[in-house]
T-cell receptor
Framework: ETGVTQTPRHLVMGMTNKKSLKCEQH?????MYWYKQSAKKPLELMFV???????ENNSVPSRFSPECPNSSHLFLHLHTLQPEDSALYLC????????????FGPGTRLTVT | QKEVEQNSGPLSVPEGAIASLNCTYS??????FFWYRQYSGKSPELIMS????GDKEDGRFTAQLNKASQYVSLLIRDSQPSDSATYLC???????????FGTGTSLTVIP
């Protein structure tokens, strides 16, 4: 595997379900990010892990819970979501202290029914 | 609220022409600037990064940065139909903790 991978690519879940999104980066980066992309809106940065430590939580509802066990893996745990949470969820990684260039995974298309 | 502004478009150019995409940002502390290309249904793909005032060229792409005017642009020379996509501008303050994206400019290159 190369770059940034995400699973699953598509997810349909009910409002009472619990699911997790997984991200893995193979670039040797030290920071990982979760973004939400909704139609007609800018990319919204949700969570930042810098050297495995969460450094930013941009006022994200508690129904989204991130986990970063090491600098290569990132999870987003989902529970009791709302239909307005339906969006493309993107994972990215970068080298903080280096180029700061962010590389994105393919995304998970989430639909909440 | 730190903002990144882009014209949403759509911007249409004929094949072979120069496409010019513009972006302004509000945070004077911004240090790193990026252009991403996003095809419909796909994730953003990094195409250019620029860190200092002036021009940076990579193949058919040229990024231009003017920190005094808080302005960054992307020129695409010899535009191809495959360049048709949404182009996102992003800025970072070099903490690695906050990246701000514009809403993107939709570009269509007409054969």
């Amino acid at each position: 595997e190369t770059g940034v991978t995400q699973t699953p690519r598509h997810l349909v879940m009910g409002m009472t379900n619990k699911k997790s999104l997984k991200c893995e980066q193979h670039l040797g980066h030290n920071a990982m990010y979760w973004y939400k992309q909704s139609a007609k809106k800018p990319l919204e940065l949700m969570f930042v892990y810098n050297f495995k430590e969460q450094t930013e939580n941009n006022s994200v509802p508690s129904r989204f819970s991130p986990e970063c066990p090491n600098s290569s893996h990132l999870f987003l745990h989902l529970h009791t979501l709302q239909p307005e949470d339906s969006a493309l969820y993107l994972c990215a990684s970068s080298h903080v202290g280096g180029s700061y260039e962010q590389y994105f995974g393919p995304g998970t298309r989430l639909t909440v029914t | 609220q730190k903002e990144v502004e882009q014209n949403s478009g759509p911007l249409s150019v004929p094949e072979g022409a120069i496409a010019s995409l513009n972006c302004t940002y509000s945070d004077r502390g911004s240090q790193s600037f990026f252009w991403y290309r996003q095809y419909s249904g796909k994730s953003p793909e990094l195409i250019m990064s620029i860190y200092s005032n002036g021009d940076k060229e990579d193949g058919r792409f040229t990024a231009q940065l003017n920190k005094a005017s808080q302005y960054v642009s992307l020129l695409i020379r010899d535009s191809q139909p495959s360049d048709s996509a949404t182009y996102l501008c992003a800025v970072n303050d070099n903490t690695g903790n906050q990246f701000y994206f514009g809403t993107g400019t939709s570009l269509t290159v007409i054969p």
